[in-house]
Nanobody
Framework: VQLQAFGGGLVQAGDSLRLSCAASGRTFSRYVMGWFRQAPGKEREFVAT????????YYAISVEGRFTISRDNAKSTVYLQMNSLKPEDTAVYYC?????????????????WGQGTKVTVSS
């Protein structure tokens, strides 16, 4: 599976942004998908994950209520809708695919990674 994330940009605090991650390959619908982010000088951290069916989602506490992960298996795409953005959301955002069944917040369980898309939130 090859993943390509896009949709990042420079926005102001309080704005919204939607990230997309397009996947190639025939089995996208069988992958758990996740979004992670990495701010300068910090480790990569979990943001959100969604089950292959889309029925189960899980969020980091820092984004819960502001971010929404969703997927369209027919388009082999996963989305991250980000609302009420804060300067601390500034990071490079990565999408990832996991071949296991259960949703996961751990980066090491993910098998494939996109190249990342940069989000900058100004105050």
């Amino acid at each position: 599976v090859q993943l390509q994330a896009f949709g990042g940009g420079l926005v102001q605090a309080g704005d919204s942004l939607r990230l997309s991650c397009a996947a190639s390959g025939r089995t996208f619908s069988r992958y758990v998908m996740g979004w992670f982010r990495q701010a300068p000088g910090k480790e990569r951290e979990f943001v959100a994950t969604i089950s292959w069916s889309g029925l189960s989602t899980y969020y980091a506490i820092s984004v819960e209520g502001r971010f929404t992960i969703s997927r369209d298996n027919a388009k082999s795409t996963v989305y991250l809708q980000m609302n009420s953005l804060k300067p601390e959301d500034t990071a490079v955002y990565y999408c990832a695919a996991d071949r296991t069944v259960a949703v996961s917040t751990t980066p090491t369980t993910y098998d494939y990674w996109g190249q990342g898309t940069k989000v900058t939130v100004s105050s």
